[in-house]
């Protein structure tokens, strides 16, 4: 079945903690499905460059709303919006209900685009996009996740701490699982996937898998 025949554009729901390679599989999922694919953290980091471009506060609410609605979705550049200045002002406006409200919205409207998406982040399966047929959570230990950013940054020829990294890793975590509004948790219809032992290929055919049967149903 090709699922550029589907009338009811299919919404493949990604969550995971960093460095899990949701990432990667998400993009590798979109471009064999011909669907659209969008990482939603880098809304969250787009809302937070425009604030720190500005020189404007992270700690109201109002202004990082309204930075938030003007997100432009078609505009997000992964080099970029990468840095991590940029991700640490992003982990402080993601626990604002307002502006997780503004960027909820917009995540949703691209849910809607033919002939299906992927979106992944911290949120899709259980509030961003509920009713996704298909939902998957990919994670890996706190350990190997940071080896994996470690390797990442020494690849690109930069200087690396893994303790600091792997520290970084664990804090992001009980931020993001701690927060009260939409904590990173799996979806209880979610296909869990750990690649903690798990090469992208073999986690890629795992998910395919799991898509497939939905194409078919």
């Known amino acids: 079945m090709n699922p550029a025949d589907n009338t009811t554009p299919l919404v493949i729901a990604i969550d995971g903690p960093a460095a899990a390679g949701k990432g990667t599989l998400s993009r590798q999922i979109a471009e064999t499905y011909g669907f659209?694919?969008?990482?939603?953290?880098?809304?969250?980091?787009a809302a937070a460059k425009a604030l720190l471009d500005r020189?404007?506060?992270?700690?109201?609410?109002?202004?990082?709303?309204?930075?938030?609605?003007?997100?432009?979705?078609?505009?997000?550049?992964r080099e970029i919006l990468s840095a991590h200045a940029i991700g640490?002002?992003?982990?402080?406006?993601?626990?604002?209900?307002a502006v997780r409200r503004a960027l909820v919205e917009a995540q949703q409207a691209f849910s809607k685009r033919k002939p299906g998406t992927v979106l992944d982040g911290r949120d899709i399966g259980t509030v961003v996009c509920p009713d996704a047929p298909v939902k998957l959570y990919v994670t890996a230990s706190p350990e190997v996740r940071a080896r994996r950013r470690?390797?990442?940054?020494?690849g690109r020829g930069d200087a690396a701490n893994f303790d600091e990294i792997f520290a970084d890793v664990r804090k992001r975590d009980e931020r993001d699982?701690?927060?009260a509004d939409s904590p990173l948790k799996?979806?209880?219809d979610a296909h869990l996937l750990d690649t903690s032992e798990m090469g992208i290929e073999a986690a890629f055919q795992a998910a395919k898998a799991i898509i497939d049967a939905a194409l078919k149903g």
Not at 36 to 45: N, S
Not at 57 to 77: F, H, Q, S, T, Y
């Open 186 to 188: 799996p979806a209880k």
């Open 150 to 154: 470690y390797d990442e940054i020494v």
């Open 177 to 179: 699982m701690g927060r």
């Open 55 to 77: 020189g404007l506060p992270l700690n109201d609410e109002g202004i990082a709303e309204k930075m938030a609605r003007d997100v432009e979705l078609a505009g997000l550049d």
């Open 36 to 45: 659209q694919h969008l990482d939603t953290g880098l809304t969250y980091r």
């Open 88 to 97: 640490e002002a992003a982990s402080k406006i993601a626990v604002m209900p």
